[in-house]
């Protein structure tokens, strides 16, 4: 008969010594105690709360992969390989994005990437161009890649922009490296975000505005002599996301009264911005 002590007393018994090793040497034995000292330091202010959300976002980015955050192939905003470079100006001009996937026949192919700045330095001179022309290497990393790695990458190769390929070839979405920081310091805005428009509602002709989902519904009201019901929500945004019960992506569409809304722009928390046509 054994007189050792069943395996539950001894797995207890080594919890209560791994626990006196911590407290005697005061060492994280793993992320989990880690950020739990991190945040008795914030609590005793010896931290701020903007310095611990970076370094548990830092911790974070460490065991995300590329699918987490990528932008999914259907809300990439392409341009056609073929294309010339006069065509796509428009497009160019709506979205003010610095790079742009080039696709071949489908968005399941990337065959490069277009840089703003290179399309600048040849419009002016030769219209004619195609996007083909002056469009550079597509960097293609799997959906499975962690994000430090990733990020390591973009800062030795110099590199912003990655597509996301899937276990076929095809492009899944895509990447950026803003878009790996906005995980560690949060939403990172810049001039050409439409947020920053000073104007809540802007006209592009007499059919057609562009409107910030912000726009308090009052205000949108009275610029359009309507009468949009607000009793649930207080911005233009709010009313669309609780008429599809959703958060909508880019594209979906929604009529109400004599308005046609669009979604410009849109994440998994709010939207962003509405193209707005009358009937």
Do not use: W
């Amino acid at each position: 008969m054994s007189d050792g002590k069943p395996p539950s007393s001894q797995t207890h018994q080594r919890s209560f010594l791994e626990r006196i090793s911590y407290f005697l040497t005061g060492e994280p034995q793993d992320l989990e105690d880690l950020l739990e000292i991190l945040r008795e330091s914030q609590e005793k202010h010896l931290l701020d709360s903007d310095a611990l959300n970076m370094m548990e976002g830092v911790m974070q980015v460490s065991q995300m992969r590329v699918r987490d955050i990528m932008i999914p192939r259907s809300q990439m905003v392409v341009v056609p390989k073929a294309a010339e470079l006069e065509s796509i100006m428009p497009l160019v001009v709506e979205f003010a994005h610095s790079r742009f996937p080039v696709i071949q026949e489908d968005r399941s192919k990337v065959v490069g990437i277009l840089l703003g700045k290179d399309l600048l330095a040849h419009v002016l001179a030769d219209k004619s161009l195609k996007v083909e022309n002056i469009m550079r290497p597509a960097s293609v990393v799997p959906e499975s890649k962690r994000l430090n790695v990733l990020l390591k990458e973009f800062r030795t190769e110099r590199n912003h922009m990655a597509i996301v390929v899937d276990e076929y070839g095809n492009a899944a979405g895509l990447v950026t490296i803003e878009d790996i920081l906005e995980q560690i310091v949060g939403k990172i805005e810049d001039e050409h975000d439409e947020d920053e428009i000073q104007e809540y509602i802007y006209k592009r002709n007499d059919q057609e505005f562009i409107v910030n989902a912000l726009t308090p519904i009052a205000d949108f009201n009275e610029y359009f002599h309507a009468d949009l019901e607000d009793d649930d929500c207080d911005t233009v945004g709010g009313l669309i996301v609780q008429r599809l019960e959703h958060f909508p992506k880019r594209g979906e569409k929604l009529e109400m009264d004599q308005f046609c809304f669009e979604v410009m722009r849109a994440d998994n928390r709010r939207v962003h911005m509405l193209k707005l046509k009358l009937k």
